[in-house]
């Protein structure tokens, strides 16, 4: 009876640790975070292409770049066997993605930059601090 208890214990200390150590869902929600973020970003630099719509963008950056860095943190140091492969795919392909869609903004507001020098400088800025928060994920 002993025995049987002790057996019976063990296997669910294995079993609460196997589902402790699986971070699956932590990641995937830092990255729907990220996606949001990164999203919500573009949207603003999108609705209005000039410098005073760059400032809404980093002035939504700045409030949100706290938490944001948080949680990338959290998930910072995951190992490979606490994620799935889906999720590690998933995540690769999100962050590349979003990465993009920033980059994609210098290049769909070129003639824009050309024509104003300010909103060229504020543009770049605000990209350089976002790959600055993926960077410091990484590190």
Wanted: glycine share 2%.
């Amino acid at each position: 009876m002993y025995r049987k208890l002790v057996c019976l214990s063990l296997g669910a200390l294995l079993c609460a640790l196997a589902l402790a150590c699986k971070k699956d869902a932590d990641v995937s929600a830092v990255i729907a975070d990220l996606d949001t973020f990164t999203q919500e970003i573009v949207k603003r630099v999108d609705a209005n292409p000039t410098a005073a719509g760059v400032d809404d963008a980093q002035k939504y950056f700045d409030s949100k770049k706290a938490d944001m860095t948080a949680k990338l943190a959290s998930i910072k140091n995951v190992r490979d066997f606490q994620v799935g492969e889906e999720t590690k795919k998933k995540m690769l392909e999100s962050v590349t993605s979003d990465a993009m869609s920033m980059s994609k903004l210098q290049i769909k507001y070129m003639r824009n930059s050309m024509s104003d020098p300010v909103f060229k400088s504020k543009l770049e800025k605000l990209t350089q601090d976002y790959v600055a928060l993926l960077q410091s994920a990484g590190k």
